[in-house]
């Protein structure tokens, strides 16, 4: 598919779509972004469009204790419900922290 772009690098061809349920999942080979293809943007709790998107890290537990950045998913914070979150992708405009670290 040609619309399908690459956020994060603008890649084009090196895409892999992977299909759950109603949701195609896209993974940029290039930079390892994630995204899901074809989703209106969209406050999960509340129902808001007018939702940014951020990059969140997916982190990964190394050997040893050091956690490392793996790559990044594209994810979209709601004024409504996440204000913190989107001030603090405002503020450091670097990627935000992952939901949940590995144990
Ligand atoms: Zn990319
Ligand atoms: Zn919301």
Same mark, same amino acid.
């Given at each position: 598919?040609?619309?399908l772009? =690459?956020?994060? !690098? &603008?890649? @084009? ?5 992977? /299909?759950?349920?109603?949701v ?10 994630v995204?899901d ?5 969209? =406050?999960?709790? !509340? &129902?808001? @469009? ?5 990059? /969140? ?7 040893g ?12 914070l ?21 939901d949940?670290?590995?144990?």
């Amino acid at each position: 598919m040609s619309d399908l772009v =690459c956020t994060n !690098c &603008g890649e @084009e061809e090196n895409l892999l779509g992977e /299909q759950v349920d109603e949701v195609i999942t896209i993974t940029c080979e290039e930079c390892g972004l994630v995204w899901d293809r074809d989703l209106t943007p969209r =406050c999960r709790t !509340c &129902g808001r @469009e007018d939702v940014r998107p951020a990059f /969140q890290a997916i982190v990964e537990k190394s050997r040893g204790t050091q956690l490392s950045i793996q790559s990044m998913k594209l994810v979209y914070l709601c004024p409504g419900c996440n204000p913190e979150l989107l001030a603090r992708w405002i503020e450091s405009n670097s990627p935000l922290p992952p939901d949940e670290l590995p144990i």
